[in-house]
């Protein structure tokens, strides 16, 4: 049995529950969502999951008797299979109006949000999971904060920071960040990855929509992750995989609300028009994705043609997770104009635009930075930037700008 890793999104949980009768707790399937509310509840709160046929039965074919005999404080699992359940607990806070009475968990966020604004609006506290952050599995979760490249990050970053070698980065990257292939290195992840697929599959395709053959809409997902970090093309993609645009289209839809896959979007300005409305895509999670790629071992993969993509793909889900796992919006976007200008991460705060390059190497040259100053002009005030890359500890290259290394994430 593995042990439990403390995750970062606890405090947050903790502190929501204690103002909103209801906590939605959304992810891909096997990130840790029910392991992590079963270590944050008291012993009064009782478990049950829809993933039981029985019970899910109940809960669709009468939502009352369902929560009669689940009474809260509760936590059901996988409420997205019985949607039916929403206007009953809705009926059920408004008559007691206490705090922390439902958590959920939901493994279908676009599915699940449809019924949580038409339901429990105002009610209900929505937070997302990742799988284990680098901080999380180093034991530091309780330190981890928002990534922003300000001195205050920085320092606090520096403090906590442990080596984390070549070796190690492309080690951690075709592990992946579900629990149970990153924390047991004996686990055969071939046989891991193969089982999540066809669990995946299986359960959540046939819920979201019905794909006339499974073995093409693999071959999708395949073709999805050989695109990871890359500016998404659904012509190309489509084509790849002989299917029509708006097929691919549709099925991304359905990898990007099971949680598979992140839609980095890009930043634009009213005061240009020159910059691209096309959207980035990138694994969440980049063990499925070296799987799916076929690369058989962390050499392989950092020797290999995807090297630099699935490295940008581990920074930007690191990035995503320190958000989303503090309980906060992840207000990240990218920069690129129709020349071909490109900053890879512009994170937007408080009216500023911090920008952020991901490099594969150990020694960024300081004219890297000179990217930034396309920001200048465009509306909000420029940030301290950074590139994050292989070096080994925090360099300034400018005045503005400091190389961080991968391991401080």
Same mark, same amino acid.
């Given at each position: $049995?593995?042990?439990?890793?403390?995750?970062?999104?606890?405090?947050?949980?903790?502190?929501?529950?204690?103002?909103?009768?209801?906590?939605?707790?959304?992810?891909?399937?096997?990130?840790? =969502?029910?392991?992590?509310?079963?270590?944050?509840?008291?012993?009064?709160?009782?478990?049950?999951?829809?993933?039981?046929?029985?019970?899910?039965?109940?809960?669709?074919?009468?939502? =009352?008797?369902?929560?009669?005999?689940?009474?809260?404080?509760?936590?059901?699992?996988?409420?997205?299979?019985?949607?039916?359940?929403?206007?009953?607990?809705?009926?059920?806070?408004?008559?007691?109006?206490?705090?922390?009475?439902?958590?959920?968990?939901?493994?279908?966020?676009?599915?699940?949000?449809?019924?949580?604004?038409?339901?429990?609006?105002?009610?209900?506290?929505?937070?997302?999971?990742?799988?284990?952050?680098?901080?999380?599995?180093?034991?530091?979760?309780?330190?981890?904060?928002?990534?922003?490249?300000?001195?205050?990050?920085?320092?606090?970053?520096?403090?906590?920071?442990?080596?984390?070698?070549?070796?190690?980065?492309?080690?951690?990257?075709?592990?992946?960040?579900?629990?149970?292939?990153?924390?047991?290195?004996?686990?055969?992840?071939?046989?891991?990855?193969?089982?999540?697929?066809?669990?995946?599959?299986?359960?959540?395709?046939?819920?979201?929509?019905?794909?006339?053959?499974?073995?093409?809409?693999?071959?999708?997902?395949?073709?999805?992750?050989?695109?990871?970090?890359?500016?998404?093309?659904?012509?190309?993609?489509?084509?790849?995989?002989?299917?029509?645009?708006?097929?691919?289209?549709?099925?991304?839809?359905?990898?990007?609300?099971?949680?598979?896959?992140?839609?980095?979007?890009?930043?634009?300005? +009213?005061?240009?028009?020159?910059?691209?409305?096309?959207?980035?895509?990138?694994?969440?999670?980049?063990?499925?994705?070296?799987?799916?790629?076929?690369?058989?071992?962390?050499?392989?993969?950092?020797?290999?043609? $995807?090297?630099?993509?699935?490295?940008?793909?581990?920074?930007?889900?690191?990035?995503?997770?320190?958000?989303?796992? +503090?309980?906060?919006?992840?207000?990240?976007?990218?920069?690129?104009?129709?020349?071909?200008?490109?900053?890879?991460?512009?994170?937007?705060?408080?009216?500023?635009?911090?920008?952020?390059?991901?490099?594969?190497?150990?020694?960024?040259?300081?004219?890297?930075?000179?990217?930034?100053?396309?920001?200048?002009?465009?509306?909000?005030?420029?940030?301290?930037?950074?590139?994050?890359?292989?070096?080994?500890?925090?360099?300034?290259?400018?005045?503005?700008?400091?190389?961080?290394?991968?391991?401080?994430?």
């Amino acid at each position: $049995m593995l042990q439990y890793h403390p995750r970062t999104l606890a405090a947050t949980i903790h502190s929501v529950s204690a103002h909103f009768p209801v906590l939605l707790l959304t992810g891909p399937r096997q990130v840790g =969502k029910t392991t992590l509310l079963e270590h944050c509840s008291g012993p009064a709160r009782r478990r049950v999951t829809l993933d039981d046929l029985d019970q899910r039965d109940l809960a669709r074919r009468d939502p =009352k008797l369902f929560l009669q005999r689940h009474p809260p404080p509760v936590l059901i699992d996988e409420v997205q299979y019985a949607p039916e359940l929403l206007s009953v607990i809705k009926m059920t806070v408004d008559s007691t109006q206490q705090p922390g009475q439902f958590w959920l968990t939901g493994s279908q966020k676009f599915r699940l949000m449809q019924g949580i604004s038409e339901s429990l609006a105002g009610r209900a506290a929505v937070l997302d999971l990742l799988g284990l952050s680098r901080a999380e599995i180093a034991g530091h979760a309780e330190d981890a904060r928002p990534f922003l490249p300000t001195a205050t990050w920085l320092s606090s970053a520096r403090a906590g920071a442990e080596p984390l070698a070549l070796p190690d980065v492309y080690r951690a990257i075709w592990r992946g960040s579900l629990p149970r292939a990153a924390l047991d290195p004996s686990m055969p992840l071939e046989v891991f990855f193969s089982s999540y697929l066809q669990s995946y599959v299986q359960r959540d395709v046939r819920a979201l929509a019905r794909v006339g053959d499974e073995l093409v809409f693999q071959r999708f997902v395949r073709a999805a992750a050989a695109r990871t970090g890359q500016l998404l093309n659904y012509a190309d993609l489509a084509r790849d995989v002989d299917v029509d645009q708006k097929t691919a289209k549709h099925w991304l839809a359905i990898l990007e609300a099971s949680g598979l896959v992140f839609l980095l979007p890009p930043w634009h300005s +009213n005061l240009t028009k020159r910059l691209v409305k096309t959207p980035k895509l990138y694994f969440l999670d980049t063990g499925l994705c070296a799987y799916l790629t076929q690369w058989t071992s962390p050499e392989s993969l950092e020797a290999g043609a $995807m090297s630099g993509h699935i490295l940008e793909t581990y920074v930007v889900g690191e990035i995503l997770k320190s958000w989303w796992h +503090n309980g906060r919006r992840a207000p990240l976007h990218f920069y690129r104009d129709r020349d071909g200008r490109e900053i890879d991460l512009i994170i937007e705060q408080d009216d500023h635009l911090y920008p952020v390059e991901i490099k594969r190497t150990a020694t960024p040259r300081r004219n890297v930075t000179t990217a930034f100053d396309r920001l200048d002009g465009l509306g909000p005030e420029r940030g301290a930037g950074a590139v994050i890359c292989l070096c080994e500890s925090d360099v300034p290259l400018s005045d503005d700008a400091t190389a961080i290394p991968v391991g401080y994430l």
